[in-house]
């Protein structure tokens, strides 16, 4: 509001730079092959999954995304209301 324009260049620059870094993660994760949170720890310790513990982890996969989506759109809910609560508050 007081920058105008300007005040969207130090938001461009940590979102090209956090997108950046998420792609590279990605781009990791589907090369070896890891979703979940058991998958990630085992290949950061250097190990891998037997196939039993690998099939439970692929089974899974559908329910997580689910959750992530609904847990993203809670969260970004709750923000967004927190920053139009403060900005009634300041602004009024």
Known sequence: MWLGRYAYIPFGILFIITQYWALKVEKLKKKNDIQTYKEIVAFMEGKKLDELHKA??????PYQNILKVIIS????AMICFLIGVLMHVFLN
Not at 56 to 61: A, I, N, Q, S, Y
Not at 73 to 76: D, Q, R
């Open 56 to 61: 439970v982890e692929v089974g899974k996969r």
């Open 73 to 76: 759109a809670g969260v970004t």
